[in-house]
C-alpha cells in the first residue's frame, strides 16, 4: 500500500534550520510529483511547495520563497524540504503528499516549532 513518512521536524530558534525528510513506499516515486503543506491550529492547510517527477520543475509559495528549498532523490523514494531562516509563523505541522493538483496520498505530518 502507498505510505508516505515525513521525519525531520523539532523545535528550532528564528533564523535557524531544518531539512525534512519524505520517504515514499508501495508506488512508483519517480512517475508522480510530489508537495509539501503545512498547517497550524484553525487555519486551511497551505500548499508549500511542489516538485515534479524528475526535479526540474519546482513551485513554493510567496511566504517560504527564498528560504526553503524542495528536493528530491528518485533513487532513494525520498523528498526533502530544506528550511532556512526560519520564523516563528513558520511554526506548523508539515505534511507530504503524493500529486501536484490533485493530492490523493498523504503523510501523518511533522511538527516544526520555531521558538526563542
Known amino acids: 500500500q502507498v505510505q508516505l513518512v515525513e521525519s525531520g521536524g523539532g523545535l528550532v530558534q528564528p533564523g535557524g534550520s531544518l531539512r525534512l525528510s519524505c520517504t515514499a513506499s508501495?508506488?512508483?516515486?519517480?512517475?508522480?510529483?510530489m508537495t509539501w503543506h503545512r498547517q497550524t491550529p484553525g487555519k486551511e492547510r497551505e500548499l508549500v511547495a511542489a516538485?515534479?517527477?524528475?526535479?526540474?520543475?519546482?513551485n513554493y509559495a510567496d511566504s517560504v520563497k527564498g528560504r526553503f528549498t524542495i528536493s528530491r532523490d528518485n533513487a532513494k523514494n525520498t523528498m526533502y524540504l530544506q528550511l532556512n531562516s526560519l520564523k516563528p509563523e513558520d511554526t506548523a505541522v508539515y505534511y507530504c503528499?503524493?500529486?501536484?493538483?490533485?493530492?490523493?496520498?498523504w503523510g501523518q505530518g511533522t511538527q516544526v516549532t520555531v521558538s526563542s
Open positions: 503528499a503524493r500529486g501536484w493538483h490533485v493530492f490523493d496520498y
Open positions: 508501495g508506488f512508483t516515486f519517480n512517475n508522480y510529483p
Open positions: 516538485i515534479s517527477t524528475g526535479g526540474a520543475s519546482t
